[in-house]
């Protein structure tokens, strides 16, 4: 009897412990709920779910469960509603096995309460409560987090995260398929034409420094240009595909030749411009046959130290290299390489051929766009002003910028000879060679601003390291001149060294319209004007002398301040009890504490640099 009653008693709480079995949430991405009666509750990470919980999981969704009894992960990808018992017999998911030490791992991520989340059709993303990314985790791992664990351990932890970005990849292109929509365009915006001031020889008859007394000069406001320097990265790490057998495809980008793998034998080709043919051709671009191309390029963006612009540049030679100029295949591949790599890309289409936009962080000068989501979206050609366009997201995706931050490793392709010495200082004098090739890529930079603010784009400018080539050539000469020079001295040096050393001339008369250079293509080009001596001069000061500048922007004209680290007589900006003296690479002949004669302060603009 007692053993009867103990077999009933078992029978009866068999179901009620299959149906007590739990699981946590580790990951969710897309729509998925739990249901209760009539109510639905989005699901979350590391909550817990028993067998017997009603679970929805939306198309295009998929919920990860870790079972820590069974020690195995469980992927529902089937979208539809059931127990969560039923669900997870289902054939179609993805179980894998794992060891205590990666249950332990998941826990501790979980705990974190991190989740994947579709915000919204267009959005796919990881999100965290301190802001912690999927990406960010991904490269704590290649920098040595786990580099103490079982080479086992790690590669599984690898293949979450390369498998994380193979659904994203697969759930961006599903709504490739769907997602157009119609938007107009706005017409390009003009650059402003300044009116330059004609350049002034300075009359030093009864004006000498000494006498000059110090006079602190008003100003309209100050202009600080910031931006995170970091540049956008992929949301995962490319991995390398071993087992691929590919061909280099080889070209010269600005005189400095790269390789990149392609494998040729796929036969990728964009069939049409309607949006079945574009995701068709996605499909292709996907595989992973093109992780070695992707990776390949951004190893060219690391050892060439290419920015934003550069690299863009790159990608679509490249493409047009092996698929031909103007090819929706060029285009496709180059969006979908620059996308990989971390960049705001949207795809666009006239019916009749395919277009790649990109976001810019500055807006740029003469180039039509659309506006999506607050962001400025640009070509590298002229864009039809209505088209549809697929406005889906990448997760991590960030705008590019123009800044250059560092210098450009082209090859040498060196000009003739050129010297330049200053009037006053004999000793001062540089003999050096250019870069044709970075003067060539100089020449692609567009002109822009950050924000609505016009005065921002000169401190781009001035804010570009010189390269290292052209340190090479003038620096020890320099260096040579002001060795045993007070700070005044040394500066008075390189100021006149600019305003004598080179031939002034309007740039509506050379380029005809205002063109801001960089300082190295000041000594490249044989004419230059007001801004960029300043940008010039400013560049000298803080290299060689460590001093901080500005530049100050009078209507019609662009001077500078130097702040010193002693008293200096002469005018000067007070910057929050910072002294920055005037010094004019334009007003040919004055010292440093000299206005060029007709400037009005009370309209100045300072422009703080680096």
């Known amino acids: 009897m007692m053993k009867s009653l103990f077999v009933i008693i078992m029978i009866c709480l068999c179901p009620i412990t299959i149906n007590a079995q739990k699981y946590m949430v580790v990951r969710v991405a897309g729509s998925v709920f739990k249901v209760t009666g009539d109510s639905k509750q989005p699901i979350q990470t590391h909550q817990q779910l028993q067998a017997s919980d009603v679970v929805n999981i939306g198309t295009y969704s998929m919920l990860e469960l870790l079972d820590e009894k069974g020690k195995r992960t469980i992927r529902i990808k089937?979208?539809?509603?059931?127990?969560?018992?039923?669900?997870?017999?289902?054939?179609?998911?993805?179980i894998v096995e794992i060891s205590k030490q990666y249950i332990d791992y998941i826990k501790s991520k979980a705990s974190n309460q991190r989740q994947i989340a579709m915000s919204d059709p267009a959005t796919i993303t990881m999100q965290g409560i301190n802001g912690d990314s999927l990406y960010m985790d991904?490269?704590?791992?290649?920098?040595?987090?786990?580099?103490?664990?079982?080479?086992?351990?790690?590669?599984?932890?690898?293949?979450?995260?390369?498998?994380?970005?193979?659904?994203?990849?697969?759930?961006?292109?599903?709504?490739?398929?769907?997602?157009?929509q119609e938007y107009h365009g706005h017409p390009a915006e003009a650059l402003p034409q300044i009116k330059e001031v004609e350049p002034i020889e300075y009359d030093s008859q009864g004006n000498s420094l000494e006498e000059h007394a110090a006079i602190s000069l008003p100003f309209d406001k100050v202009i600080k240009v910031e931006e995170d320097g970091e540049q956008p990265k992929p949301m995962t790490r490319i991995p390398e595909v071993s087992s691929l057998s590919m061909s280099y495809n080889s070209f010269s980008f600005y005189g400095t030749s790269v390789r990149v793998r392609v494998n040729k034998s796929l036969n990728f080709r964009v069939m049409g411009v309607d949006e079945g043919k574009v995701a068709d051709a996605l499909v292709i671009l996907g595989k992973e046959d093109f992780d070695n191309t992707i990776r390949d390029c951004l190893e060219i963006r690391y050892e060439l130290q290419l920015s934003d612009w550069a690299y863009?540049?790159?990608?679509?030679?490249?493409?047009?290299?092996?698929?031909?100029?103007e090819t929706n295949e060029a285009t496709l591949l180059t969006a979908y390489v620059f996308m990989q790599s971390g960049y705001k890309v949207r795809l666009a289409s006239d019916k009749y051929r395919l277009y790649m936009l990109w976001a810019s962080k500055h807006h740029i000068y003469g180039k039509n766009y659309y506006e999506l989501n607050g962001d400025r979206y640009y070509?590298?050609?002229?864009?039809?002003?209505?088209?549809?366009?697929?406005?889906v997201s990448?997760?991590?995706?960030?705008?590019?910028?123009?800044?250059?931050?560092?210098?450009?490793?082209?090859?040498?392709n060196y000009t003739e000879t050129r010297t330049v010495h200053a009037s006053k200082y004999p000793d001062v004098s540089i003999s050096f060679q250019s870069n044709k090739n970075l003067m060539d890529f100089y020449n692609s930079y567009p002109s822009s601003k950050l924000g609505d603010d016009v005065m921002s784009r000169w401190a781009m400018y001035a804010n570009t390291p010189l390269q290292s080539k052209m340190k090479e050539q003038i620096y020890p000469a320099l260096q040579q001149a002001i060795q045993d020079c007070s700070e005044e001295e040394a500066v008075e040096k390189l100021l006149n060294l600019v305003q004598t050393g080179f031939v002034y001339?309007?740039?509506?008369?050379?380029?005809?319209?205002?063109?801001?250079?960089?300082?190295?293509?000041?000594?490249?080009?044989?004419f230059c004007d007001c801004e960029d001596r300043s940008i010039l001069f400013t560049r000298l000061v803080r290299d060689l002398c460590g001093l901080?500048?500005?530049?100050?922007?009078?209507?019609?004209?662009?001077?500078?301040?130097?702040s010193f680290s002693n008293h200096v007589q002469g005018d000067y900006i007070n910057l929050d009890g910072k002294y920055y003296t005037i010094a004019d690479p334009t007003f040919i002949g004055a010292p440093v504490g000299r206005t060029m004669t007709g400037m009005d302060n009370t309209s100045a603009i300072v422009i703080l640099l680096d």
């Not at 089937?78 to 993805?94: D, Y």
């Not at 790690?154 to 990849?169: L, P």
């Open 548 to 562: 901080k500048c500005v530049l100050v922007y009078y209507p019609g004209h662009l001077a500078a301040g130097v």
């Open 394 to 412: 990448f997760p991590k995706e960030k705008s590019l910028s123009l800044l250059i931050p560092s210098e450009q490793l082209f090859n040498e």
């Open 505 to 526: 001339e309007y740039d509506d008369r050379v380029w005809g319209e205002d063109r801001v250079f960089f300082a190295e293509e000041s000594l490249f080009y044989p």
């Open 78 to 94: 089937s979208p539809g509603q059931n127990n969560l018992k039923n669900m997870i017999s289902t054939k179609s998911n993805s």
């Open 312 to 325: 863009l540049l790159m990608l679509r030679q490249m493409a047009e290299q092996i698929y031909g100029e």
């Open 138 to 180: 991904m490269f704590d791992v290649m920098n040595g987090q786990l580099e103490d664990e079982p080479m086992g351990f790690r590669q599984m932890v690898m293949h979450e995260y390369a498998d994380f970005r193979k659904q994203c990849i697969e759930q961006y292109i599903q709504f490739v398929r769907e997602s157009w």
């Open 379 to 391: 070509s590298l050609e002229k864009l039809p002003m209505t088209m549809h366009i697929c406005n």
